[in-house]
């Protein structure tokens, strides 16, 4: 079962607010390579940050008071979807920043638009509704949309979604049906994770074929995708223990790695490959009220250990890893080090020539039969040289 062991990976940086208003942000959605960043919330605010430096931005205007609930980029990085109340789905082109109606109300039958995520290809966007259903939907040649209903959907609020990378299957999480899958060609089967509250899944960069879906009790699964055998798609769900607080969301950060956002305000990395999760950011480490304050609604990497976390209210602040002292002790050891060494080597040499110096060791340090020994040899070369004297 996958612990939770504390003692924070990161420290956080300067932070700012975006306004000095609370801005009731709901989300954040990241292109795939990184570089963009939409964050939406309540009467349809949107606003364009860029993922390094965040204070570049540009606030983009949608005349409505109907609140925005997820976003999701296309795979290609240029246009990203949002939805939100009564069937409204916007599109974004990065190329000039702009915003339009990316499909009707009615063909969406006014619902509450929860959420969306395009599949691998690209050719089609999933939303899924507070009501439970979930359509398949793409501009078409005429300016408007493309819809049709995925046949299957269940009761509960469609809380999450994401797409596979390479592999080409999407994830669902409902408030009642659990955990669901869409193969390629668009069918939809329950796999299972019913009676957990399900808030966020996310399918990570790397190369591993699972995606990872959170509920608020501190509940993890890993649903490992089997295109060729959806009954093998099942998740396995397991429960971090030694932690008091509540999942909120997921992002990927690199690789195969993505944080879990809590309440009270902290980060946990969860590694799909090892199945196993990590202290990434400790509520005890966080003295910034700001932070503490508000509700972390999303974080998006700006390297393997590095990127930037943003609240509900608007506020944005850095995270990267602590300095690094080990260096600077490596430093010593190796300047201690070598000349050690170096003297070892020449002692060594000096000893293995010297048969002397050999002698004062054993009679120092050796066995009684050595120390016997060597005082037996040295008589017999007293001997002998006493002989030789006398031969001059």
């Not at 957990?196 to 790397?206: A, H």
């Not at 040499?349 to 020994?373: A, C, I």
Request: hydrophobic fraction near 40%; aromatic fraction near 8%.
């Amino acid at each position: 079962m996958p612990n939770a062991l504390a003692i924070s990976a990161v420290e956080l940086g300067d932070g700012f607010r975006i306004t000095e208003t609370d801005l009731g942000l709901e989300g954040v959605a990241i292109d795939p390579v990184g570089e963009s960043v939409l964050i939406y919330g309540n009467d349809a605010y949107i606003r364009y940050l860029d993922a390094q430096d965040p204070s570049i931005q540009i606030e983009l205007l949608w005349p409505s008071s109907k609140n925005i609930n997820d976003a999701d980029f296309h795979p290609g990085g240029q246009t990203a979807f949002l939805v939100g109340e009564e069937g409204m789905v916007l599109r974004y082109a990065k190329q000039d920043h702009s915003v339009e109606k990316a499909a009707s109300e009615s063909s969406l039958m006014f619902s509450d638009i929860s959420s969306v995520a395009w599949n691998t290809a690209g050719d089609w966007a999933y939303v899924g509704s507070t009501n439970g259903e979930i359509w398949r939907l793409r501009a078409d040649a005429n300016g408007s949309a493309e819809v049709h209903v995925i046949v299957g959907a269940g009761d509960g609020s469609i809380e999450s979604m994401d797409c596979h990378r390479t592999i080409r299957m999407c994830v669902v999480a409902s408030t009642v049906n659990g955990i669901g899958v869409i193969d390629r060609d668009h069918v939809l089967s329950w796999v299972g994770g019913t009676g957990y509250v399900w808030n966020g899944i996310n399918c990570p960069s790397g190369n591993s074929n699972v995606c990872i879906a959170i509920a608020e009790n501190q509940n993890i699964a890993t649903i490992y995708l089997n295109p060729n055998d959806i009954s093998m798609s099942k998740p396995e769900i397991n429960t971090l223990t030694g932690l008091d607080s509540f999942f909120v969301g997921i992002e990927n950060q690199d690789g195969d790695r993505s944080l879990i956002a809590t309440i009270p305000a902290s980060l946990i990395e969860h590694d799909s490959l090892l199945d196993a999760s990590f202290p990434w950011l400790e509520n005890n480490d966080v003295e910034d009220i700001e932070l503490t304050s508000g509700r972390i609604i999303g974080t998006w990497t700006t390297g393997v250990d590095s990127g930037w976390i943003i609240t509900n209210r608007g506020y944005v602040v850095s995270f990267a890893p602590p300095p690094d002292d080990s260096a600077g002790l490596l430093s010593i050891w190796i300047a201690l080090a070598i000349p050690l060494a170096m003297g070892m080597v020449v002692l060594s040499l000096v000893y293995s020539s010297s048969s002397r110096l050999q002698d004062w060791t054993v009679k120092r340090f050796g066995s009684k039969k050595s120390r016997k020994e060597i005082t037996v040899k040295d008589r017999k070369l007293a001997r002998a040289k006493k002989s030789k004297k006398y031969r001059k």
